[in-house]
């Protein structure tokens, strides 16, 4: 029996080489003929999501497929008995590289030497590198462990911190004691109503003079106007690769200062990214259509 | 008895704790009192060297330990019966951690977001990642090893190739077979007569659109001519911590390609590598003192 997978656009059908009927609907407009037959659902990736009365459309529905690691819009919109499953290492690798490109640039001082080398200048600025530095990762998921597994090779002491503490991970309530020998912070975990503007104030003086932040998870855990604070009084430096608010408006102060490096969300984005996610999405049906179990199952049963 | 250690300034005076008479003198000048007593020399680190003539005042001399992890200028210095060792490992981490920070800024795109960073615009530009790609290192040393631990926590299939092959090393006689696949080389080997531009305008057309060249070693190991070439018809990019000429001339036509990083000879200069490379020196003395083998021995037989 071959089922129903209905996929956001024509370029996924193009991608997923499955033993299932492909239908195309991105949950706008009107739905297409045989939606009612619909088991397996690949949401579209950031942006447009379906809306709840669209997955009425679809009674047969069985799993829901994201294809981010966050799943916050989801969870209270699938239906009783449906199997929602999250992204969870597509985009890691990327994710992590990127963090670990902002930190390294920072540390390194790569903008400032991009600044000589528009003036053709050859001269050497003596900085600090992260061999026997300590870094407080801030989440112990897949993109942070990445991130402890490179910065361990160049001699960075990767020290991890999570909602509850656990071996090998401190908790959050232990931050106070932490932060003060912290080189560099690297935030890497979901945002939660715990984990909202989390690194505020307090939070940011505790870091010593020179120490760098990294965001590449979400911009409301930081306290924008906190970090802009200690940002323009040249105290910390910064990578983000989201903000708060997001995009950020052209007119915004951050843009503007030596100290600070902005990519516009792109951590996850990468073109390797969408050749991951598709062979997630293509194992995951041959795991619903011969009867395995499913991985990345963040509710349900399936 | 105590031994009496030449030290090029007051600096590496106050840095060493060691029991041992310390003299000053950085070669040039005349030697002050108590010079033929030298049984260690600590040379100075890049820029001023010794003259021949100047370790002649030294009759006493049994070691000549160098910060540098390349030792050319100096072999063909040190005295019959003189121990010359390298810096090996105080320049590592800080160098294989620039060349992280160099090929991975490449690789996403950082230096065209700072340019948009520059007007305030939040706009993404789709690109690849390493995990997956494959990536040459050129040097089997220390530097490469930390450059391959970094990047295979993100995903990258590393391969080592050095001047001969060995167990997980190939040798560079199957370079013609390697760098077609390659989406970025490393360089972090010596110069010698062997690999002077051995990166020239054949192996750099053997590379694929796109490929990453990164530069930690020496700037004579690539043809500067035919990697401009390249560079201008924007097949490749690069990532140059050496050049050649060094220090690049102001007019240089690479400092205004927008497709080239470039850093001042910064790799193995931070401000850790003078802490690790004075552990090495006194760690050094105290095995030399006690009549323990040294480490890093490059020529001589202490």
Known sequence: MVITVCVPSEQDVEALEVPAELLVWDGTGPPPDGIEQVEFLLAPYMGATFATESLTAMPALKVVQLLSAGVEPWLAKVPPGVTLCNGRGVHGSSTAELAVAGLLSLVRGLPRYARQQAEGQWQERRGGDLDGARVLLLGAGDINQRVAGALRALGADCV????????????????????????????????????????????????????????????????????????????LSAFLDVTDPEPLPADH??????????????????????????????????????????????????
Request: proline content about 7%; overall charge neutral.
């Open 160 to 235: 991890f911190v999570a909602r509850t503490a656990r071996d090998g991970v401190h908790g959050v309530d232990e931050l106070p004691g932490l932060l003060p020998s912290a080189r560099a912070v690297v935030l890497a975990l979901p945002h939660t109503p715990e984990t909202h503007q989390l690194v505020d104030a307090g939070f940011l003086a505790a870091l010593p003079d020179g120490a760098v932040l990294v965001n590449v998870a979400r911009g409301t855990i930081v306290d924008t106007a906190a970090l802009l604070a200690e940002l323009r009084a040249g105290r």
């Open 253 to 302: 102060p951050l843009w503007g200062l030596p100290n600070v490096v902005i990519t516009p969300h792109v951590g996850g984005g990468t073109t390797g990214w969408r050749e991951r996610g598709m062979r997630l999405v293509a194992e995951q049906i041959r795991r619903y259509v011969s009867g395995q179990p499913l991985v990345n199952v963040i509710t349900g049963d399936y």
